[in-house]
């Protein structure tokens, strides 16, 4: 599976954007997708991942209410819809697809104060 991310930018606090992860080499429904962030200096950490096959979806807490994660199944595509930006949520934004685990190559969210 290959997944290539785009969508990422410069925002002011309050704004939105939205990923984009687009999967190729296989169906969605095989895997589970999920969005990670990692900020400098700190550990990547999960933000939020759905099922292929049925669309469930979860949050972590610090994305909740403010992230919304979808997927498109026609257009092999997983996406990220981030409004409420804050500067905390400044990272370099990976989309996963597993098991086992594929990686993106990343893209850059930068939220200014």
């Known amino acids: 599976v290959q997944l290539v991310e785009s969508g990422g930018g410069l925002v002011q606090a309050g704004g939105s954007l939205r990923l984009s992860c687009v999967a190729s080499g296989s169906t969605l429904d095989d895997y589970a997708f999920g969005w990670f962030r990692q900020a400098p200096g700190k550990e990547r950490e999960g933000i939020s991942c759905i099922s292929g096959s049925d669309g469930s979806a979860y949050y972590a807490d610090s994305v909740k209410g403010r992230f919304t994660i979808s997927i498109d199944n026609a257009k092999n595509a997983v996406y990220l819809q981030m409004s409420s930006l804050k500067p905390e949520d400044t990272a370099v934004y990976y989309c996963?697809?597993?098991?086992?685990?594929?990686w993106g190559q990343g893209t850059q969210v930068t939220v200014s104060s």
């Open positions: 996963a697809a597993g098991p086992p685990i594929w």
